[in-house]
């Protein structure tokens, strides 16, 4: 089903975010990991593309596998960095095949660990570009990235949120954002988008904390800002505590949940990291406190 047609139907909807796994014994665990989190039962499971096509063959693979076999809802998300269009209507047309309906384009990055990977002289610079190919070529309903904070690249958050536009008028039906800690940088973002005339569902991206350096690795590479506030709570964690941290996250990112769902949103999409402690102890409790709807 098309994402708009079920915000429709229902909200706020619950969803996740999971990357395809990239070894054996990370296989293994997504496995689990699926299993945990469809008994959630979700609105929908948006599956990450590495950029360059690094992990086509992976992504396919989950994304057949979680609509046809689980017969869940799927968001494909797609990174066109660095392909020839012919290799993106190849992609895009498999999964159309596949049965998916909805799309994120993204732009994506040069893939890691790949210092020679050169960008095909025909690839898209910008996903506005990449929109302005796919929309006219595949009826998918199509979402793409928006930054409550602004890209990190972006010289200025407005000049961010004019390219955003830009994706939006290329045809786009929905925004999932970044991550964020302060959920300020979200409903300035909302408030700037509709003065803008971006009238799109916009699904605000949660991102549990599970562990100090993956947060902040993390947040470095996406520009997504620790406010005073939550580095000050986290110093006063008990060093190591590895249990108090993960619950500490909980514990977080539910009072986020809380008070965006308080204010209206369309739906909260978590970013797993192919995890589901953390997602599955939000999403119950806040189901157990009539929040959200199975
Ligand atoms: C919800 C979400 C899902 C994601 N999923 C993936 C994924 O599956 N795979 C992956 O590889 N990455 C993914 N990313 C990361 C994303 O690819 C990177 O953040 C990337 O750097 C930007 O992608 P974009 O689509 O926002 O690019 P763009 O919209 O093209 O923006 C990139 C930068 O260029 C600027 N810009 C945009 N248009 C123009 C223009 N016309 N002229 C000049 N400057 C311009 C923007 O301000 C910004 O600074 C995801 C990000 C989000 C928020």
Redesign the pocket.
């Given at each position: 089903m098309r994402l708009t047609d079920i915000w429709k139907k229902k909200r706020p909807t619950v969803s996740f975010?999971l990357?395809p796994a990239r070894t054996p014994e990370a296989a293994t665990t997504l496995e689990r990991v699926i299993d945990q989190l469809c008994f959630l039962e979700p609105d929908f499971l948006?599956i990450?593309?590495?950029?360059g096509g690094s992990t086509r063959e992976g992504s396919r693979l989950l994304v057949d596998k979680l609509l046809n076999d689980r017969g869940m809802e799927v968001v494909a998300?797609?990174?066109g960095?660095g392909l020839p269009p012919d290799y993106i209507h190849l992609i895009l047309e498999d999964y159309q095949g596949l049965g998916v309906e909805n799309v994120?384009?993204?732009?994506?990055?040069p893939p890691h660990g790949q210092p020679d990977f050169k960008p095909h002289p025909q690839s898209f610079?910008?996903?506005?570009?990449?929109m302005a190919f796919i929309r006219p070529e595949f009826p998918f309903c199509l979402g793409?990235?928006?930054?409550p904070e602004?890209?990190?690249?972006?010289?200025s958050r407005e000049?961010?949120l004019a390219?955003?536009k830009?994706?939006v008028d290329q045809g786009a039906e929905f925004i999932?954002?970044?991550y964020f800690y302060d959920n300020r940088f979200f409903f300035d973002f909302v408030q700037n988008c509709r003065t803008l005339g971006i009238t799109l569902p916009i699904l605000p991206?949660i991102m549990p904390i599970f562990s100090l350096k993956m947060m902040r690795q993390l947040a470095k590479l996406?520009g997504a800002s620790i406010p005073a506030t939550l580095e000050e709570r986290l110093a006063a964690l008990p060093a190591g505590d590895q249990k108090g941290l993960l619950q500490f996250g909980i514990d977080f990112a539910t009072d986020q949940c809380r008070e965006l769902l308080q204010a209206g949103v369309v739906g909260l999409?978590f970013y797993t990291m192919d995890r589901s402690q953390a997602t599955s102890a939000i999403v119950s409790r806040l189901r157990h406190e009539g929040l959200l709807e199975m």
């Open positions: 975010e990357f948006g990450t593309f590495g950029a998300y797609f990174a960095y994120l384009v993204v732009r994506g990055d610079a910008h996903a506005s570009d990449l793409v990235a928006g930054y602004g890209h990190i690249d972006a010289a000049q961010d390219y955003l830009l994706k999932i954002t970044n991206g996406c999409h």
